[in-house]
């Protein structure tokens, strides 16, 4: 099982990804967290991070903008993000994996919608 | 268009999903929440894009303290901070969704959430939506067009 950043400014928010997590199979020293974009960015340079869930209406740094950064990056732009967000309809989906998400999620996020995205991202990668 | 006219058929299947899914209990219309009740906790999301107003989310004091210990499981106390910071988060789920919802060719905007306390009298503009959810906890959703 990789390692998970898991990024949103709702300590609620992280809980209930974590919880998704956890019925997925993953175990509590696996996932790390950050609050925006900015601290994740700090977080992935210093933990062995293989797996980035992030939201993406954040302060300091949104998400659209950590995509962008992780992208534009040598080091991180192999890792794979997967967007989980209430702002997600067929346009916002679109432009977000051209950006390079991975996978687009609607919040509230279920385990089996978590689930089925690492399945796929994993089939995609084998 | 402004927020107010973001109709039940819209706000009443986004409400009762997000309560549901997070909370797993049923809700459903209930016309009678208290907006004039001081213990109000309540947060505040601004519909950027499209720029329609706001979307405001609102509970009791002490049912928001008892939605946030069976959210938590105990796993965390439930200061002021914290059940704010868990309102706010419903809150911003509901109004990215009821946004989302709206044109599906525009990638939807929200503001950050902004929680406050206090009643909430009528505002000019503004639509109001209650909810009951089937452990009796009551919830109000306002929204509210630019002036």
């Known amino acids: 099982m990789p390692n998970v950043l898991i990024v949103d400014d709702s300590a609620t928010a992280r809980m209930l990804v974590r919880r998704c997590l956890t019925i997925c199979g993953y175990r509590a020293d696996q996932t790390f967290e950050a609050e925006h974009g900015r601290a994740a960015l700090d977080q992935l340079k210093a933990e062995g991070i293989d797996l980035v869930i992030s939201d993406l209406n954040m302060p300091v740094m949104d998400g659209r903008t950590l995509l962008r950064f992780m992208r534009g990056s040598p080091r991180l732009h192999a890792i794979p993000v997967i967007i989980v967000s209430s702002l997600v309809n067929e346009a916002a989906e679109e432009e977000l994996r051209a950006m390079g998400a991975t996978a687009v999620i609607r919040k509230p996020l279920s385990p089996a919608a978590l689930a089925a995205a690492i399945s796929r991202m994993d089939g995609a990668a084998a | ?147």
Do not use: C, K
């Open chain 2, 1 to 147: 268009m402004n927020a107010a006219e973001i109709d039940a058929q819209i706000i009443e299947p986004v409400v009762t999903e997000v309560l549901e899914s997070t909370l797993f209990l049923a809700a459903e219309p209930d016309p009678s929440f208290d907006w004039e009740d001081g213990s109000l906790r309540w947060s505040t999301v601004d519909l950027h894009r499209p720029a329609l107003g706001a979307l405001v989310l609102a509970t009791s004091a002490a049912e928001a303290e008892a939605i946030f210990t069976m959210l938590w499981a105990g796993e965390r106390v439930a200061d002021e901070g914290a059940v704010a910071g868990m309102i706010d988060e419903l809150a911003n789920a509901i109004a990215g969704q009821a946004l989302a919802q709206l044109d599906p060719h525009q990638s939807p905007g929200l503001g950050l959430p902004d929680a406050g306390r206090g009643a909430l009298p009528p505002a000019a503009g503004e639509r109001r939506y209650g909810f009951r959810l089937e452990d009796g906890t009551r919830l109000g959703v306002s929204l509210r067009a630019l002036v």
